[in-house]
Structures are given as structure tokens and as C-alpha cells.
């Protein structure tokens, strides 16, 4: 069993921060990468930010030089530190992780980030 928890949504005002934490545990052999995805209303899912295991990101064209993401010292747990944020960065966040040997993909229940103008 593999759980995937979210914590650090809430509202914040427009130009403001949050920090989202998502913390894997159960049975985990090894973790490929972890990400944040996130999906408005009316919209697709779509990538924010991504980390894998040998630290390399990646990040969504409309969140860089405001989104950062990072791995825990533990390394089953990544956060997303955003700053800077936009109306339009309103959604429902998503934690997932890429598990080893089999790239397995396990997603949290998400977190409301709401960006009031």
C-alpha cells in the first residue's frame, strides 16, 4: 500500500505565497520522480513542476521564476514553494509519484489553492 498525502492549500490573496507539501509513504522500493500537477475548472490536468531522483526539475512555461519545487532530506517527500501567485493559478493541486522498479504512478486526493484578486 502506497499513500500520498498533500498538505498547504488555502486562499491567498493575489502577489501572495503558499508551500505545499506532499509526503509519500507505505511500501516504496524506490522513487523515480515526483511532480505537482494541477487542474481548474473546466480545464485539463496539467504539469506544474516535476523532481526526479537525481534532483533534475522541470516546470510549466506559466509558473517559472515563481514556482519552485524541492525534495525533503528524506526524499519521499517533495514540496512546491509559490510565490508571486495570479489568479489564474486557482486550481485543485496534485501530488504524484513515479515508484520503482515498475513506474508506477499514485496520485494524492489534492489540495484547493484559490488566488482571490
Known amino acids: 500500500q502506497v499513500q500520498v498525502v498533500e498538505s498547504g492549500g488555502g486562499l491567498v490573496q493575489a502577489g501572495g505565497s503558499l508551500k505545499l507539501s506532499c509526503a509519500v509513504s507505505?511500501?516504496?522500493?524506490?522513487?523515480?520522480?515526483m511532480g505537482w500537477y494541477r487542474q481548474a475548472p473546466g480545464k485539463q490536468r496539467e504539469l506544474v513542476a516535476a523532481?526526479?531522483?537525481?534532483?533534475?526539475?522541470n516546470y510549466a512555461d506559466s509558473v517559472k521564476g515563481r514556482f519552485t519545487i524541492s525534495s525533503g532530506n528524506a526524499k519521499n517527500t517533495v514540496y512546491l514553494q509559490m510565490n508571486s501567485l495570479k489568479p489564474e493559478d486557482t486550481a485543485v493541486y496534485s501530488c504524484?509519484?513515479?515508484?520503482?522498479?515498475?513506474?508506477?504512478?499514485?496520485w494524492g486526493q489534492g489540495t484547493q489553492v484559490t488566488v482571490s484578486s
Open positions: 523532481i526526479n531522483n537525481g534532483g533534475a526539475t
Open positions: 504524484n509519484t513515479d515508484l520503482g522498479p515498475l513506474h508506477r504512478n499514485y
Open positions: 507505505g511500501t516504496i522500493f524506490s522513487i523515480y520522480a
